[in-house]
């Protein structure tokens, strides 16, 4: 490995142009593609781009490459979720029993501006918009690519190249369609798809509902999400199964039904959204879907990285993080193995996979959590016992929404396996009754319920283990 090898980044996103940030910062040279227009001066949305979660993994990776400052004057903080019924009742309930701890709503385009402005600042690396990667040859690392502007099509050759194009890579393509090793591939889909519509500003340009939650409106087979914007305004994302279901997005196909939909289901988000019709006609339906695939890397030539790796689908608000955290790892990697590619990918992608692997594992469970459970009167009971515990014992306890939210030096597989054991050991601790959510509940008695948990999460890991089960 020298610094003076030929990097080719192909994807300028928000883990790319991290990684291409990073890696200019240690004194790399570094070529970066990206196949749409640059976002700084070109509105490239469809619909409106959506805002994104970011926590604890995500501003670590942002303070390792110097722009934690820059990301936090446009975040919002937000400090749980707000919980909407269908009768316009809200209940709130708190990501974290302990001070200071909260999410943030944050653009994902000014986020990549951010970053692409601060990697463009070092004059060893160079940012390509309009060119669009056709193939990889990974054998002989030559990444082939077509301009938008000049419609040329042409070839550059790399000593190394990072896929960090997203869920529809081309080099992770180039990997299966080569054939060159054996590559396993999984792209799963949910059977709900998005829609993203917005709440305006009020008329002096304030929030209309609270600036300080995640607002879920949770319906069983669908749901409405809100995160909150700068502007004032909310970025509201339906989800909603394609073609089940009394309601999905084949049969809302005139104003009537869509308006009647939302009159039953959503009645005080469809007071806020004045343009219900021509939002929800006019900006597309995607599709949530998960990536796996291994190996990431081949030989010592190419690495996949960020959602080319590992995509998930959005309910764990850690897509991003996780691109992010990508980062962190793979420069500590370097730290230890500079000089060796073949070193660096190998041990990166095998101290990676599993973490990634547990994160979209994760997402899945939270999908089901977010839009059938929130409002589950034992779910609530469990939050309630957490946030006791967290508050009174802040040392001693971290919920599974913590440890993987804000808790950023343990790694997803670890906070998967206790969260989930301690899940369980709540929930039946609750169900036989062992434990109650009293508020006048002393710090003794919670004391008891601390320990209760702790044992009982210990013996459901130890049967775990037992049974072979990670």
């Not at 003076?4 to 200019?24: E, M, Q």
């Not at 070109?42 to 390792?64: P, Q």
């Not at 959510?437 to 459901?460: A, F, G, Y």
Request: charged share 25%.
């Amino acid at each position: 490995m020298s610094k003076k090898d030929n990097i080719v980044i192909i994807g300028a996103g928000l883990c790319g142009s991290l990684l291409a940030l990073r890696l200019a910062q240690r004194g790399y040279k570094v070529s970066v593609y990206e196949s749409r227009p640059d976002l700084r001066t070109t509105d490239i949305s469809a619909g409106r781009s959506i805002n994104l979660a970011l926590s604890d993994r995500g501003f670590k990776a942002l303070r390792l490459a110097g722009v934690e400052e820059k990301a936090r004057e446009i975040c919002i903080p937000m400090y749980g979720r707000l919980i909407h019924d269908k009768e316009g009742n809200t209940f709130a309930s708190n990501y974290s029993g302990r001070e200071n701890e909260y999410i943030n709503s944050i653009s994902r385009g000014d986020l990549n501006g951010i970053l692409l402005t601060e990697a463009e600042k070092h004059e060893n690396v160079t940012i390509h918009f309009n060119t669009k990667c056709t193939s990889v040859d990974i054998e002989n690392t030559i990444a082939h690519f077509k301009s938008y502007t000049t419609e040329e099509d042409f070839s550059v050759d790399a000593d190394v190249v990072f896929g960090t194009d997203g869920a529809g890579s081309v080099l992770r393509k180039s990997y299966y369609l080569e054939k060159k090793f054996l590559f396993s591939y999984s792209q799963n889909y949910l059977t709900h798809g998005y829609k993203e519509l917005e709440i305006p500003a009020d008329k002096v340009g304030n929030h209309q509902i609270s600036k300080d939650h995640l607002h879920i409106w949770p319906r069983g087979q669908y749901m409405l999400i809100a995160l909150p914007n700068l502007d004032g305004s909310f970025t509201v994302t339906l989800f909603l199964s394609y073609d089940e279901g009394e309601y999905n997005f084949n049969n809302l196909t005139s104003e009537e039904k869509i308006t009647s939909f939302f009159e039953n289901e959503f009645p005080d988000a469809l007071a806020l959204i004045p343009n219900i019709k021509d939002e929800f006609f006019n900006n597309p339906t995607g599709a949530l879907g998960t990536v796996k695939c291994s190996p990431w890397m081949y030989q010592n030539k190419t690495m996949l990285m960020g959602d080319a790796a590992h995509a998930i689908v959005p309910f764990y608000g850690q897509g991003m993080n996780a691109s992010f955290e990508d980062v962190t790892v793979f420069d500590a990697i370097l730290d230890a193995h500079e000089g060796d590619w073949e070193k660096i990918f190998l041990v990166y992608q095998n101290a990676r996979k599993e973490d990634t692997d547990a994160i979209a594992d994760l997402a899945i469970d939270n999908y089901y959590e977010m839009r059938d459970h929130v409002a589950n009167p034992l779910f609530k009971q469990k939050r309630k016992i957490e946030m006791d515990l967290e508050s009174n014992f802040p040392t001693k306890y971290f919920s599974k929404y913590s440890m993987v939210t804000f808790n950023e030096e343990i790694p997803y597989a670890r906070a998967m396996k206790k969260g989930r054991a301690q899940d369980k050991a709540l929930l039946n601790l609750i169900a036989d009754k062992e434990v109650t959510t009293s508020l006048d509940m002393t710090k003794e008695e919670l004391k008891l319920v601390l320990r209760k948990v702790q044992e009982e999460t210990n013996e459901i890991l130890e049967e775990d283990k037992v049974a072979g089960l990670k």
